[in-house]
C-alpha cells in the first residue's frame, strides 16, 4: 500500500499524522529528537522515525519506502533540513509538498527590533545590558555562547527533552539559566517569567500562534522588555509552499482515498454576568471539554481554573485576532461573551466570520442577560418593554425619545457616566417624574438594585457596571399618551421658526413627502430645503433616517438648524452652499427632494444619477415654465413611473361670521425612479 513520508517537527505535521490516521491512510513520520517522538503518538495507520537525518539517509529512506508523496512539516527556521529533504525527494522524483505555517508578525512596535540572522542578533545584545530570554531553542544556542558575558547574562526558555537539555550543557549553561517547559505559554505565564528572571531582553523567532508569538509580544510590551525578533528565512524566498487543506486535497488525488476531515468544533457562549452560578449547563459543558478558550480578560477570569486546567486562555475577543489562532485544526474553541450572545453581543459578526470557513462546525450557546437578570430582580416584565444600549453608541438622543413614548425602557451603559447623564437628560427634557431602577454589580456579591429620580442618578458615585430600567411614571400610572409621537407625519405651518424664509405650505409638503416612499434606512438630499421644514418632517419619521438640509442662503441654513434644535434632531446635516457643488463629498443618497433648484436643475440631476442610477426623486414647482423645464430635461435622462400630479389647496378664512375660501398657488409634484430603480 502506497504510504505518505511526513517529515515532521511541529504542531501542523501532527495534525495531518492525525489526519491521515483517522482516514486510514498509512503514513510514515520522521521526527528528530525523542521528545519529538513523545508528542507524536503511535496510531493504527502510522510509523515514527526517530532522529536526525543527513540528504543522503534521507534518499535512501524514500527509496526503500513505497511512498506516494513527501511532505515537509518541519520549523520554519529549518532551512537547511527542508532543502535537503526537497533536494532528495527531486532525487528520487517523489512530489515534494512543503507544509506552511501562517506567521504572525510584531508590526511596528516600539520595543521590537528585527535580526536577519542569529549572529546579527548577538551583536545587537552585545550592545546591551541586562538579563536575556532566550526562546529560539536549543539548536542556535552556541551562537549566544561565543561571548561568555553575553552568555552569564542568558536565560533559556527550551523543550523539556534530555536533548534539549544537554545541548544547554555543553554551552556551558548552568541549571538555574534553563527553563524547560512546553509551550505556547500565555501572556500571563511570559509576563510572571519577565519578573522572576529580571528579564530586560527577550529573544523569539518570527512564528506563528501554535507558537504563542503574540503572547510574547503582548507581555513584552507591558513588562517593558526590548524584543529581538529573527525574521523568518522562508518569507521571501519564492518557494511554493502549500497550507494544510491543500496538500490533503493533493493525498486524496494522489491516494485515491477519501479523507475525513474532523471540523473543528467553536462554540460562542454567553456566560450571563458573571456569576458561575448563572452560567448553563450547557455552557460550563462547553468550556470544560474546550482546547482554546477566547474573551476579554474580564470573562477569561469570571471561569474558574479548575473547571479547565489545561485549555490555553487567550484574552481576544474579534475575529481578526482570534481566527489566525484557528489556522490549525484544534478539536474544540470556546469563544466566550457576556451576557447572553444575541442580546448587543458581538456573536452575530463572529458567526458571519467563521462560517466562510468550512472546517469549522459552529455553534451558539445562550446566556442570561442583564436586561432579563434586572427584570427578575426587580419583578417587572420586559416584553412590552423598549431596549436600547449606550455602551459604546451615541444613542442618548433615542433613549430619550424612547422614554417619551414607552412607559418602560430599558438601556444597557458603559458606565456611572451614562447613568449621570441619563438623570440630566430626563430633568432637561421635563421628565423628572420617571424612576431609574439602577442594576449595579448584578450577579456578583456587590450587587445593588435601587430606584432613583434623575437628581438623585446624577449623585451617583459608585464606578461599575450598569443596567437600568426607566418608568415614565405619566404613561405608567394614567395611560396617558400624550407625549407620544403622531403616527403620521404633518406639522401645522405655525410649528416652525420661519421668518421671511420661503416654506413649503402643510398640504403639499405632506403630499411629497408620501411621493418620496421613504424607508427606514433611507439617505435623503433635501435640496433648496428653505425653513427646512422637509427635511424635519421626513427626520422625524424614524431616527435611522438621514437627511441632508442643502440651503444655500446662509440665513435660510441658520433657520433650518433653529428648527432641528426646537424637534431635537439629530439625524438633519445641515449644509450650507450651491448644489450640486456641495453634493461631491457627501454619502450617496436613496433619495432626493428639489424644492428649489437656482436655475441648476439640469446639472443637480446629473449629479444625483452618476451618484446613484437607482434612485427616487420627487420636485415641486409653481410655474408652468418650471414644469416644462423638467418635462424637457426629465428626457435626457431614463427614468420609470414617473408621475406629475398638480395640487390646489384652498383654505378659510373667517370674514365675520362667515368663512371664506382663499386658493393658494397651485403647486406641481413630479416624482419618478431614475431607470432601474423603481419596486418591483
Known amino acids: 500500500m502506497k504510504r505518505i513520508l511526513i517529515f515532521s517537527g511541529t504542531t501542523e505535521g501532527r495534525q495531518l499524522a492525525d489526519i491521515l490516521d483517522a482516514s486510514g491512510i498509512c503514513a510514515d513520520v520522521c521526527v528528530a529528537t525523542e521528545y519529538g517522538h513523545e508528542v507524536m503518538t503511535e496510531g493504527k495507520y502510522r510509523n515514527i522515525h526517530t532522529g536526525r537525518l543527513a540528504e543522503d539517509e534521507m534518499k535512501e529512506f524514500m527509496q526503500n519506502g513505497d511512498y506516494t508523496a513527501v511532505v515537509d512539516a518541519t520549523h520554519p527556521y529549518a532551512v537547511l533540513v527542508s532543502s535537503n529533504i526537497r533536494q532528495a525527494a527531486e532525487q528520487v522524483?517523489?512530489?515534494?509538498?512543503?507544509?506552511?505555517?501562517?506567521?504572525?508578525?510584531?508590526?511596528?512596535?516600539?520595543?521590537?527590533?528585527?535580526?536577519?540572522?542569529?549572529?546579527?542578533?548577538?551583536?545587537?545584545?552585545?550592545?546591551?545590558?541586562?538579563?536575556?530570554?532566550?526562546?529560539?531553542?536549543?539548536?542556535?544556542?552556541?551562537?549566544?555562547?561565543?561571548?561568555?558575558?553575553?552568555?552569564?547574562?542568558?536565560?533559556?526558555?527550551?523543550?523539556?527533552?534530555?536533548?534539549?537539555?544537554?545541548?544547554?550543557?555543553?554551552?556551558?549553561?548552568?541549571?538555574?539559566?534553563i527553563i524547560a517547559?512546553?509551550?505556547?505559554?500565555?501572556?500571563?505565564?511570559?509576563?510572571?517569567?519577565?519578573?522572576?528572571?529580571?528579564?530586560?531582553?527577550?529573544?523569539?523567532?518570527?512564528?506563528?500562534?501554535?507558537?504563542?508569538?503574540?503572547?510574547?509580544i503582548s507581555a513584552a510590551k507591558k513588562a517593558g522588555?526590548?524584543?529581538?525578533?529573527?525574521?523568518?528565512?522562508?518569507?521571501?524566498?519564492?518557494?511554493?509552499?502549500?497550507?494544510?487543506?491543500?496538500?490533503?486535497?493533493?493525498?486524496?488525488?494522489?491516494?485515491?482515498?477519501?479523507?475525513?476531515?474532523?471540523?473543528?468544533?467553536?462554540?460562542?457562549?454567553?456566560?450571563?454576568?458573571?456569576n458561575t452560578k448563572l452560567i448553563t449547563e450547557e455552557v460550563a459543558e462547553r468550556i470544560r471539554s474546550a482546547d482554546l478558550l477566547f474573551g476579554a480578560k474580564r470573562l477569561l477570569d469570571a471561569v474558574p481554573a479548575q473547571w479547565n486546567l489545561s485549555a490555553r486562555r487567550l484574552p481576544y475577543y474579534l475575529a481578526k485576532d482570534i481566527l489566525p489562532y484557528l489556522e490549525t485544526s484544534v478539536?474544540?474553541?470556546?469563544?466566550?461573551?457576556?451576557?447572553?450572545?444575541?442580546?448587543?453581543?458581538?456573536?452575530?459578526?463572529?458567526?458571519?466570520?467563521?462560517q466562510e470557513r468550512c472546517d469549522m462546525e459552529v455553534s451558539v450557546c445562550p446566556g442570561i442577560s442583564s436586561v432579563s437578570y434586572l427584570a427578575a430582580r426587580s419583578g417587572n416584565s420586559w416584553q412590552d418593554a423598549k431596549i436600547i444600549s449606550l455602551h459604546g453608541t451615541d444613542h442618548m438622543e433615542l433613549l430619550m425619545e424612547a422614554v417619551r413614548m414607552n412607559r418602560?425602557?430599558?438601556?444597557?451603559?458603559?458606565?456611572?457616566?451614562?447613568?449621570?447623564?441619563?438623570?440630566?437628560?430626563?430633568?432637561?427634557?421635563?421628565?423628572?417624574?420617571?424612576?431609574?431602577?439602577?442594576?449595579?454589580?448584578?450577579?456578583?456579591?456587590?450587587?445593588?438594585?435601587?430606584?432613583?429620580?434623575?437628581?438623585?442618578?446624577?449623585?451617583?458615585?459608585?464606578?461599575?457596571?450598569?443596567?437600568?430600567?426607566?418608568?415614565?411614571?405619566?404613561?405608567?400610572e394614567t395611560g396617558k399618551d400624550a407625549d407620544r409621537k403622531f403616527l403620521t407625519h404633518g406639522l401645522p405651518d405655525d410649528a416652525f421658526c420661519r421668518d421671511k424664509v420661503p416654506m413649503t405650505k402643510e398640504e403639499v409638503r405632506e403630499t411629497a413627502i408620501c411621493k418620496m416612499r421613504l424607508k427606514e434606512?433611507?439617505?435623503?438630499?433635501?435640496?433648496?430645503?428653505?425653513?427646512?421644514?422637509?427635511?424635519?418632517?421626513?427626520?422625524?419619521?424614524?431616527?435611522?433616517?438621514?437627511?441632508?438640509?442643502?440651503?444655500?442662503?446662509?440665513?435660510?441654513?441658520?433657520?433650518?438648524?433653529?428648527?432641528?434644535?426646537?424637534?431635537?434632531?439629530?439625524?438633519?446635516?445641515v449644509i450650507q452652499g450651491e448644489a450640486p457643488l456641495v453634493?461631491?463629498?457627501?454619502?450617496?443618497?436613496?433619495?432626493?427632494?428639489?424644492?428649489?433648484?437656482?436655475?441648476s436643475l439640469m446639472a443637480i440631476l446629473t449629479d444625483l444619477y452618476q451618484k446613484n442610477p437607482r434612485m427616487r426623486v420627487v420636485v415641486t414647482a409653481i410655474t408652468l415654465e418650471t414644469v416644462g423645464?423638467?418635462?424637457?430635461?426629465?428626457?435626457?435622462?431614463?427614468?420609470?413611473?414617473?408621475?406629475?400630479?398638480?395640487?390646489?389647496?384652498?383654505?378659510?378664512?373667517k370674514a365675520g361670521r362667515y368663512h371664506l375660501m382663499q386658493a393658494e398657488n397651485p403647486v406641481f409634484i413630479l416624482s419618478f425612479y431614475f431607470a432601474g430603480g423603481a419596486e418591483q
Open 93 to 177: 522524483r517523489l512530489p515534494y509538498y512543503r507544509l506552511r505555517r501562517t506567521l504572525q508578525s510584531a508590526g511596528e512596535e516600539n520595543n521590537v527590533i528585527y535580526a536577519k540572522s542569529q549572529q546579527e542578533c548577538v551583536r545587537a545584545l552585545e550592545q546591551t545590558t541586562g538579563n536575556i530570554l532566550l526562546t529560539t531553542g536549543s539548536k542556535e544556542l552556541h551562537c549566544y555562547c561565543e561571548n561568555e558575558t553575553l552568555k552569564k547574562r542568558l536565560f533559556v526558555r527550551v523543550l523539556p527533552g534530555m536533548e534539549s537539555i544537554e545541548i544547554c550543557h555543553r554551552n556551558g549553561i548552568t541549571g538555574k539559566q
Open 583 to 599: 453634493l461631491a463629498d457627501l454619502p450617496v443618497p436613496t433619495h432626493a427632494f428639489i424644492g428649489g433648484s437656482n436655475g
Open 181 to 216: 517547559m512546553q509551550g505556547p505559554f500565555s501572556e500571563e505565564m511570559n509576563l510572571a517569567l519577565f519578573h522572576q528572571y529580571q528579564i530586560a531582553h527577550m529573544v523569539t523567532k518570527e512564528s506563528g500562534a501554535t507558537g504563542g508569538f503574540s503572547e510574547k
Open 408 to 476: 418602560k425602557v430599558f438601556v444597557i451603559t458603559s458606565g456611572v457616566l451614562d447613568v449621570r447623564e441619563i438623570g440630566k437628560r430626563l430633568l432637561d427634557c421635563g421628565l423628572k417624574e420617571t424612576a431609574v431602577t439602577v442594576g449595579y454589580a448584578l450577579s456578583y456579591p456587590d450587587e445593588q438594585i435601587k430606584t432613583l429620580s434623575p437628581e438623585e442618578c446624577i449623585q451617583l458615585a459608585d464606578e461599575g457596571l450598569f443596567t437600568c430600567l426607566i418608568q415614565n411614571k405619566e404613561i405608567h
Open 331 to 354: 478539536p474544540q474553541a470556546v469563544i466566550l461573551f457576556s451576557g447572553d450572545t444575541g442580546f448587543y453581543s458581538g456573536a452575530e459578526k463572529m458567526v458571519q466570520a467563521l
Open 521 to 573: 434606512n433611507s439617505v435623503v438630499y433635501d435640496i433648496g430645503s428653505g425653513t427646512g421644514s422637509i427635511a424635519v418632517e421626513m427626520a422625524r419619521l424614524s431616527k435611522n433616517l438621514t437627511v441632508y438640509a442643502i440651503e444655500r442662503k446662509p440665513e435660510a441654513a441658520s433657520l433650518i438648524e433653529k428648527n432641528c434644535e426646537k424637534f431635537e434632531l439629530s439625524n438633519v446635516k
Open 225 to 274: 522588555v526590548s524584543v529581538y525578533v529573527i525574521k523568518n528565512p522562508e518569507a521571501e524566498n519564492g518557494e511554493q509552499k502549500e497550507n494544510l487543506e491543500e496538500i490533503l486535497k493533493e493525498i486524496e488525488r494522489l491516494t485515491g482515498k477519501e479523507i475525513r476531515r474532523k471540523k473543528m468544533q467553536v462554540s460562542l457562549v454567553g456566560i450571563g454576568m458573571g
Open 629 to 653: 423645464a423638467v418635462s424637457s430635461i426629465l428626457n435626457e435622462f431614463p427614468v420609470e413611473q414617473e408621475e406629475i400630479i398638480q395640487m390646489s389647496v384652498g383654505r378659510a378664512k
